[in-house]
């Protein structure tokens, strides 16, 4: 009977170790999944459009240098011989503007507001419509109209993916993220705990079990007694 209990309690510390060691993993295991990145793949891609926006305004105003008369010598008169009504110097500079401030706000500075996408668009239209009705571009050929609309497109498309797709996105993510760690948190209460000492496993044979069972023997024996001392 000792061994039967002591056998009975082993099994049943067993289950228990074997509960706490279980729940534990999974709920760890559930928070490593949820967790949170450190830079959205929208925002990620609006970054990348920043960058493409640099390097198209570039490009083209390299191949216009090209081919009014090679870079060096244009060069020397957009940028040492700057005239603001002949010039695409400026427009290059504007790109680099937008770059540096979007790339400062929502890439390094992780800003979640659409201000800053706001002043660079702002700066970006202005100066290109002002630029356009004054300068003499459109006389220039091909890339005095080139330039400009580029810009201003790519100005536009930048606010459009900010406020249409970033922030809203990320908006998503955040509530989901949230939800995600309130339900973490109730999890200790959700998971199952450690086996009482009632649950789940077969006890051993009582006292009254083995009297129960040994009982017509008993009864027999008393018959007999009783049958002698007649």
Known sequence: MDSRCSSSADSRLTARGMGSVNTTPI???????????????????????????????????????????????QLDKEILHY?????????????????????????????????????????????????????????????????????????????????????PQEAEDENRYQSFVDATQRAPLMCAGPLSDGQFYSPPESVAGQFIHTEPAVVQNINRTAEWNI
């Open 83 to 167: 005239d603001y009504h002949a010039s695409f110097f400026d427009i290059f500079l504007l790109a680099v503007f937008r770059f540096a401030a979007l790339i400062l706000a929502y890439a390094v500075c992780k800003l979640r507001h659409w201000w800053a996408i706001a002043i660079t668009t702002a700066v970006s239209c202005a100066f290109l419509i002002i630029k356009v009705i004054l300068s003499k571009l459109l006389s220039q050929g091909a890339f005095g109209y080139l330039l400009p609309i580029v810009s201003f497109v790519l100005a536009w498309i930048e606010t459009w993916l900010l406020d249409f797709k970033v922030l």
């Open 27 to 73: 709920c760890a295991r559930s928070y490593e999944v949820g967790e949170k990145k450190c830079i959205s793949d929208v925002r990620r891609t609006f970054c990348l459009f920043v960058t493409f926006d640099l390097l198209f305004i570039t490009l083209l105003w390299i191949i216009e240098l090209n081919v009014n008369g090679g870079i060096q010598q």
